[in-house]
């Protein structure tokens, strides 16, 4: 199935979409700016647990026309520190990459559904900080929920 915003295009009422809505946990909501481009769409995160909860997590997904075959792309539009995320947005998850050595990247038989999982590391130095000293890095993550996302 193609998400694209052609005239032709199969987004209205996509299916996929329903799954993706369907399976989000009660942290996540699921927004589409605008309703006739399906492919683009924003995703806020309130995590209820762990490092980062309390904060408001914006991400931004936009489907290409050749999904999918390629994966789509996911940027976090909320300033975090997190081993996963750069300061500036940019997330590393394995099955983002179109290729990937160890099989664990983009295939047409994933769906957006799998872009919830965050296991890959990105972002060195939050990684080594985390490892280092765990209550520092709680504190500063504490600090960027406060700065950046409420």
């Known amino acids: 199935m193609v998400l ?10 996509s299916p996929e979409v329903a799954e993706l809505e369907a399976n989000l946990p009660c942290t996540c909501k699921v927004h589409f700016p605008d309703p006739n481009k399906l492919h683009c769409f924003q995703l806020t995160v309130t995590p209820d647990e762990g490092y980062y909860q309390g904060g408001k ?14 994966p789509p792309k996911v940027k976090c539009l909320t300033k975090i520190w997190h081993p996963n995320i750069t300061e500036t947005g940019e997330i590393c998850l394995s099955l983002l990459r179109e290729h990937s ?24 130095e939050a990684a ?3 490892l280092r000293d765990k209550e520092d890095f709680r504190n500063k993550v504490d ?5 950046y996302a409420r």
């Open 4 to 13: 694209g915003a052609g005239p032709a295009s199969p987004v209205s009422g």
């Open 57 to 70: 997590f914006q991400f931004e997904t936009e489907v290409p026309d050749a999904y999918n075959m390629v």
């Open 101 to 124: 050595i160890d099989g664990t990247g983009w295939a047409p038989t994933r769906t957006l559904k799998d872009l919830l999982n965050f296991d890959d590391p990105l972002n060195i």
């Open 128 to 130: 080594e900080h985390h």
């Open 143 to 147: 600090d960027y929920i406060k700065r």
